[in-house]
């Protein structure tokens, strides 16, 4: 059974679904009363008060071996909404006559310091595997329960190998509402980049987190409340004219 702290998800209002997906989850409830309950009460739940492992780059398998299953499976529906669905992995399993067609993002929830991880696996081709890739984990978002401190995260997100004081820091403009900063290490070479840069790609694959804060701000500093994280293992594509630099609070 589910707790009342899942169902909300971190205060997060899970999305209103249109007419085919009330459809599916009607379907979902019928078959789930003649099904037995899962046992594994703490599937999905990541324990301990952190930091938190190293994400990027890890096949589906590693991740299952230190966490087991997902708690959720994260879906963006298709119909101009732009909430997501959660899903049970027996409900999920329920779903397949409804052909989803999508992989979702796997949803674990970090109870100990308050925060959720969402994990989007991409695929890793090479010249032997052009149809049968290696899927990888190339983003991860990190949500937080609370607006939590950039200076606290710090302490609790995986920075193995890398530097906030040494990032390129910058508020992205174009969102209109001065919320999202970019953090971007350009000279970092992580070791997926190659494998999971596209063919000619200009620029290549880099580290960067998307900063979602909580309220917006003039004065970035360490102290500043943060929703959400983004760490993405892509390109970095964005307009120059769309980056305000901004200064490194960690410096």
């Known amino acids: 059974m589910r707790s009342e702290r899942d169902n909300h998800l971190f205060g997060s209002r ?105 994990l989007r696996y991409l695929p890793v081709f090479s010249a032997e595997q052009r149809f049968d890739p290696e899927f990888r984990v190339g983003a991860v978002t990190y949500v937080m329960e609370e607006p939590t401190s950039l200076q606290r995260l710090a302490t609790l997100l995986p920075l193995e190998g890398f530097d906030l004081s040494q990032a390129q820091w910058f508020r992205y403009q174009a969102d209109g509402r001065g919320r999202t900063l970019l953090v971007h290490w350009p000279d970092l070479e992580h070791p997926l980049a190659r494998a999971m840069t596209p063919f000619r790609a200009d620029p290549g694959v880099t580290l960067f987190w998307e900063v979602g804060l909580a309220v917006p701000t003039d004065d970035v500093t360490s102290e500043t409340p943060v929703n959400y994280i983004i760490e993405r293992l892509e390109q970095f594509l964005y307009r120059p004219e769309d980056l305000q630099p901004l200064a490194n609070p960690f410096q």
């Open 14 to 118: 899970r999305p209103r679904l249109r007419r085919w997906w009330k459809t599916g989850v009607l379907l979902v409830a019928l078959l789930a009363l003649a099904t037995a309950a899962i046992p594994a009460a703490a599937q999905g739940i990541i324990s301990g008060q952190g930091p938190l492992p190293s994400l990027i780059g890890k096949t589906h398998s590693e991740i299952q071996a230190m966490w087991d299953q997902p708690r959720y499976i994260k879906v963006a529906p298709h119909d101009g909404d732009t909430r997501y669905a959660y899903f049970t992995l027996r409900e999920w399993q329920h779903l397949a006559a409804l052909s989803p067609a999508t992989q979702g993002e796997d949803v674990y929830l970090a109870q100990d310091v308050g925060l959720q991880v969402h």
